[in-house]
């Protein structure tokens, strides 16, 4: 997908049909298409890691090299990368319009030597913001799909799997519903605290 749109960049001109819908899945501009394109991509990864993890009779188990909870992880970290590359790329075409880089390019440095040694430098920041920011959802999204079930195997410390398994005890002993919750809530919001501040370092002109 990457370099399909490297290709519509550089020869300027529009696709159609199919591909057209797949640069449009991949449109985080758009939240429905982009939430689509990412929940699906996360079944899908899960469906490869569960059958990559077989055994030599090729039947589909759940527990083999590692538990179905890092599953699940790591395919909520492999259908986040498109997101990533959307904003590196903008990133980058920012960037290389920059005096600078004119500047170098005028005293004849070579284009590997701009991309990493001027380009690079003052494109990497909104993506370290970005990924910080992102950890406390992808820790909302396994949670979230560890009390729904489909994540973290039973008798598993995981923060949703408690949530679930202690709505039963609601009325009687909310307190075991209430500590997952807040620990996932004040671990959320501490990672988005970390990403703002980053943020704030990063870009001055973002203070508010």
Same mark, same amino acid.
């Given at each position: 997908?990457?370099?399909?749109?490297?290709?519509r960049?550089?020869?300027?001109?529009?696709?159609?049909?199919?591909?057209?819908r797949?640069?449009?899945?991949?449109?985080?501009?758009?939240?429905?298409?982009?939430l689509?394109?990412?929940?699906?991509?996360v079944f899908?990864?899960?469906?490869?890691?569960?059958?990559?993890?077989?055994? =030599?009779?090729? =039947?589909i188990?759940?527990?083999?090299?590692?538990d179905?909870?890092?599953k699940?992880?790591?395919?909520?970290?492999?259908?986040?990368?498109p997101?990533?590359?959307?904003?590196?790329?903008?990133?980058?075409?920012?960037?290389? =319009?920059?005096t600078?880089?004119?500047?170098?390019r005028?005293?004849?440095?070579?284009?590997?030597?701009?991309?990493?040694?001027?380009?690079?430098p003052?494109?990497?920041?909104?993506?370290?913001?970005?990924?910080?920011?992102?950890?406390?959802?992808?820790?909302?999204?396994?949670?979230?799909?560890?009390?729904?079930?489909?994540?973290?195997?039973?008798?598993?410390? =995981?923060?949703?799997l408690m949530i679930?398994e202690s709505?039963?005890?609601?009325?009687?002993?909310s307190?075991?519903?209430?500590?997952?919750?807040?620990?996932?809530a004040?671990?959320?919001?501490?990672f988005?605290?970390?990403?703002?501040?980053?943020?704030?370092?990063?870009?001055p002109?973002?203070?508010?």
């Amino acid at each position: 997908t990457i370099i399909l749109a490297d290709r519509r960049f550089i020869l300027n001109t529009s696709f159609e049909g199919g591909l057209g819908r797949i640069r449009d899945s991949l449109d985080w501009t758009n939240p429905w298409r982009y939430l689509t394109f990412r929940t699906l991509a996360v079944f899908v990864s899960l469906a490869l890691l569960f059958s990559f993890s077989g055994n =030599e009779g090729e =039947e589909i188990v759940l527990i083999k090299d590692f538990d179905r909870l890092w599953k699940v992880q790591a395919a909520l970290i492999f259908t986040g990368w498109p997101g990533y590359a959307r904003l590196i790329r903008g990133q980058v075409l920012y960037v290389k =319009e920059m005096t600078f880089v004119e500047a170098a390019r005028s005293v004849g440095a070579r284009p590997g030597r701009i991309m990493f040694r001027h380009i690079l430098p003052n494109a990497w920041a909104p993506l370290l913001v970005a990924f910080t920011l992102d950890i406390g959802g992808t820790i909302l999204s396994a949670s979230g799909l560890s009390f729904l079930g489909l994540g973290a195997d039973a008798y598993t410390a =995981e923060w949703g799997l408690m949530i679930s398994e202690s709505r039963r005890y609601f009325l009687s002993d909310s307190h075991l519903m209430l500590f997952p919750g807040l620990a996932i809530a004040v671990t959320v919001l501490g990672f988005n605290l970390l990403g703002d501040g980053i943020r704030d370092v990063v870009d001055p002109k973002n203070r508010r």
